[in-house]
């Protein structure tokens, strides 16, 4: 037992550290510096899901009924893997659309009609006094295990302002006014309030965890223990199987399944952290994953605590909803206790604070604005600032929700677990399934569907859901439980129509779906759909297919600039109305507000902005009463659509002109720096064939010359001067023929002679020419050739001349008298290939691609440099290439040089061999 006044005192600093949280965090969004557009901070809003009735009420259901708690988060894992489908969906059509709540949402897809969007709104409270009302339960039933003797008789009832119960939910009305209704405008991120609910998050799962592990850890040998004594339990056993000992339900897993997978996303809580809080779609990529391990985290010690609770009571009446308490109280551990009553206030809180505002906009926006234009006093006609009196009736709304689940916590609470409110709640939330879903995927739905689907599947859920746990609460008569209504047994409401053998839950979800489905398709095809429900139909489903620039604008007539402002600033206050008009006029291109032209673009951006804060159908209304709106029939969008779509083809088409022009231009700049590099190499390829022709021609000239004017020059010296003049000659018809042979090649006109050719051979052959060479200059040769190789499909003259080449480079660049040359050849299944290795110094990295350019040779002192064109390389590659093979350099800088080449076999010469 711990003092009263230390777990009041607890309770309340705790929530003043979430006041700090959101204090500080809307002290950073203030500065710039947002807190929420983090995908972890997103990720951990989500876990919003889990409530009290996950912190109690699973632990709750899984000491009764085993591993039948695992469906509520099943089906939220299972729903996360379509979120990248259906929830990004939701999320784009949510911002291009200003929705702020799932009532907005469903309205604004059916013609935004205020009828259907008080419908939603209607059975949403409804459905979600309830789970307020398990909130309140579990920080009700956790305060009384705290601060009372272990195991001891309940205390009287106290007087309603004694309750702490209520007080608490006071402060957190406090704190949802304070944080979440401090501006009108809806869309707007309530960065305090994500901020605040993503550090609940944690602390709710850590303390959970704390929980499992000391139960796991502390009062039992680890899992494999606690599983151990419960199978030796008969009275447990059962909690471990899924039929426990009965055929298995799969109707009621299924049922709990379906039901877990709708409400993660229709449940107004999560459609305002996934939806309307979320900043960045991307975002949802990491909340997929990190949702789904949330979830499993704060489940993995629900059964262990559960069972251990049993087997550490016994048969002492202990509830087991909160044994997360009883057990740390039972073994002394204080702090833990506190630690985990602090985690399911956190649990309960969250999720009262954020269901608080998602609720609050719905009542504000379709349930008093539309009351509220009816009367004169605030009819669009008037003028005046609403933004104060609006804010002042959503906090109001927040108060009264929660004031509204304090009294059902009362009325009937006490007699239903945790685990039953909350999936009373589910399933009316369940009921927005066909008419969202549906809405979001086929563009035949219509309001005449939605409504009829609402009205019939909230009646039938009333009837066999509602009804009954009143009635078993002790609130209404139970006689049309045992007999059905007016006497009649086909209308019992755990029983319609006669269907046993459903558990109450399947059984009104089963009617209550299946009717809701049946009307919203078959009142849908009845009647086709009107014009505002054709044209928003075409915007939802298609939100993903249009462009900001070219989604068409479904109306037609005549507007003022001067009416449109009066009516921003009348709901969104003056200076608002005033920077968003000049944003707009930035946006379509003119200088100022006075020049904007009163189009229809004008007057959807002005109900789109009213929409975030007073909701799409009532931004509807106003703004049809301050302009000169025509009708639009089903032609009238058909031609708006085909406009549209006009516009869309022209501006793809300008698109795909500009990406035209944009390649023609990469295209042209291309081929002008090919062109200066041509001409580079035409000056070079000039300079050096300048250079090389006369260097021999001057000689032969000089020596010509001296022999001419010495008629009696000695002969020894005349046969010198002559041997000298051969020489240069043949170097002048070498270079000449070169400089033709690439030219040939490169063109395309030169002669090839392919047959099948040892390159065994054409490397004895050529060393053999070279053999001499090498000699005087003191190089030695080594020759590393196996006895047979497959032939290659080439020319054998142009081979030889490949290989000359390169013998002759290595010969060049190898030392004098210390140098070695090694030509290794060898073959596999699909190629032949050879190198030819030098010692010589070897090429620098950053020259090495430079060998194969034309009329291009190493640089540097340290390499011997003879006369030469440099095209020898260059038109040995070629060779190489037109024969499919590839001629390689691998060099390090004073380790000499190796060029490789590989030649593939072709099919005339693979497999036969020389020898």
């Not at 200003?98 to 059916?110: G, K, L």
């Not at 849908?524 to 044209?535: F, G, I, K, N, T």
């Not at 005033?578 to 009163?598: F, N």
């Amino acid at each position: 037992m711990i003092p009263v006044a230390l777990v009041v005192a607890v309770s309340f600093a705790y929530l003043l550290l979430l006041f700090a949280v959101a204090y500080w965090a809307d002290a950073r969004s203030r500065q710039g510096r947002s807190v929420i557009g983090n995908a972890w901070v997103y990720a951990l809003s989500m876990g919003v899901y889990c409530t009290a009735w996950t912190y109690f009420g699973s632990v709750g259901r899984a000491a009764g009924s085993g591993v039948w708690f695992l469906p509520i988060y099943l089906g939220p894992m299972l729903a996360m893997i379509l979120a990248w489908m259906v929830v990004r969906k939701m999320i784009r059509i949510s911002r291009t659309y200003r929705i702020t709540s799932i009532a907005d949402f469903i309205a604004s897809r059916y013609g935004k009609s205020q009828w259907l969007a008080g419908l939603v709104t209607l059975i949403t409270v409804v459905g979600i006094i309830p789970y307020i009302a398990l909130q309140l339960k579990g920080v009700a039933s956790a305060f009384a295990v705290l601060t009372q003797p272990l195991g001891g008789v309940a205390s009287p009832a106290v007087p309603w302002w004694q309750d702490t119960t209520l007080y608490v939910a006071l402060a957190l009305a406090g704190f949802t006014i304070i944080f979440g209704a401090r501006h009108l405008d809806s869309t707007e991120r309530h960065e305090g309030m994500v901020a605040a609910i993503a550090v609940e998050s944690l602390v709710k799962l850590v303390a959970f965890l704390a929980v499992g592990v000391f139960v796991t850890w502390g009062l039992f040998q680890g899992m494999q223990d606690i599983f151990a004594q419960a199978d030796a339990e008969p009275r447990i056993r059962r909690l471990l199987l899924f039929g426990q000992g009965q055929p298995f339900p799969y109707a009621q897993w299924m049922g709990m399944t379906l039901l877990a997978m709708f409400s993660v996303i229709l449940l107004p809580r999560q459609f305002q952290v996934m939806v309307v809080e979320n900043v960045q779609e991307q975002h949802l990529r990491r909340a997929v994953w990190v949702f789904p391990t949330y979830l499993l985290l704060i489940n993995v010690f629900v059964l262990p605590i559960a069972i251990g609770g049993l087997l550490y009571f016994g048969d002492r009446p202990f509830n087991p909803e909160t044994f997360v308490l009883s057990l740390p109280l039972a073994e002394g551990q204080t702090a833990l206790a506190l630690l985990a009553f602090v985690g399911g206030l956190s649990a309960a809180t969250g999720m009262v604070i954020v269901e608080a505002i998602a609720v609050s906009t719905m009542v504000c926006n379709d349930l008093v604005m539309p009351l509220l234009l009816r009367m004169r006093r605030f009819s669009a006609s008037r003028s005046g600032n609403l933004t104060g009196l609006l804010l002042t009736i959503r906090r109001l709304a927040i108060l009264g929700i929660l004031l509204l689940g304090y009294l059902y916590f009362h009325l009937a609470g006490e007699a239903y677990a945790l685990v039953s409110i909350g999936l009373i709640s589910f399933a009316a939330v369940a009921q927005f399934a066909p008419a969202m879903l549906g809405g979001m995927y086929w563009k035949g739905g219509t309001r005449r569907g939605a409504m009829g689907g609402l009205l019939l599947g909230f009646a039938l859920w009333a009837y066999t859901l509602m009804l009954p746990s009143l009635a078993k609460s002790g609130w209404l008569a139970d006689d049309f439980l045992q007999h059905g209504l007016w006497g009649l047994a086909w209308l019992k409401p755990e029983a319609l129509l006669g269907l046993h053998g459903l558990d109450n839950l399947t059984h009104s979800l089963f009617w209550s779906l299946l009717v809701n489905l049946a009307a919203y398709v078959g009142l849908s095809l009845w009647r086709p759909p009107s014009a505002a429900e054709a044209s928003q139909a075409l915007l939802f489903v298609d939100v993903f297919h249009r462009q900001a620039g070219a989604r068409p604008v479904f109306w037609q007539g005549k507007a003022q600039v001067s009416e449109l402002r009066g009516l921003m600033t009348r709901f969104l206050g003056a200076a608002r109305a005033e920077q968003l008009l000049r944003d707009y006029a930035r946006q379509t291109g003119v200088a100022d507000v006075a020049q904007i032209v009163p189009d229809a673009r004008l007057v959807q951006f002005v109900e789109t902005q009213l929409a975030g804060a007073i909701g799409s159908a009532s931004a509807r209304v106003m703004v049809a009463s301050a302009v000169d709106e025509e009708a639009l029939d089903l032609d009238g969008v058909m031609r708006i659509l085909d406009e549209a779509s006009q516009l869309r083809a022209y501006s793809h088409a300008l698109e795909e002109k500009s990406q035209s022009l944009e390649r023609a231009t990469a295209e042209l700049r291309e081929a002008n720096e090919k062109l200066k590099s041509l001409d580079r190499l035409k000056d070079d390829f000039m300079s050096s064939v300048t250079h090389e022709l006369r260097t021999p021609l001057t000689s032969i000239r000089a020596l010509s010359e001296l022999m001419h004017d010495d008629p009696d020059m000695d002969g020894a010296q005349r046969q010198q001067f002559l041997d000298i003049i051969v020489a240069e000659a043949e170097r002048l018809s070498r270079l000449v023929n070169q400089v033709l042979d690439m030219a040939k090649i490169e063109s395309g006109q030169a002669d090839w002679h392919a047959s099948n050719v040892d390159l065994r051979q054409v490397l004895e052959q050529s060393a053999g020419s070279m053999a001499e060479t090498f000699r005087e200059r003191g190089i030695r040769l080594v020759l590393s050739l196996p006895d047979a190789v497959p032939m290659v499909w080439a020319d054998a003259d142009r081979l030889t001349q490949v290989v000359l080449n390169l013998l002759s480079n290595a010969a060049k660049y190898a030392p004098r008298d210390t140098g070695i040359v090694n030509v290794h050849l060898w073959a596999d299944a699909r190629r032949v290939s050879f190198e030819v290795k030098d010692n010589g110094p070897g090429i620098p990295p950053d020259q090495q691609a430079m060998v194969f350019e034309k009329f291009r040779q190493v640089a540097g002192d340290q390499h011997y440099r003879p006369g030469g064109t440099g095209l020898g390389l260059p038109i040995s590659r070629q060779i190489v290439e037109h024969f499919g093979g590839r001629l390689w350099l691998t060099s390090t800088p004073g380790q000499g040089a190796c060029f490789g080449v590989e030649l593939p076999l072709d099919a005339r010469g693979r497999g036969e061999e020389t020898h």
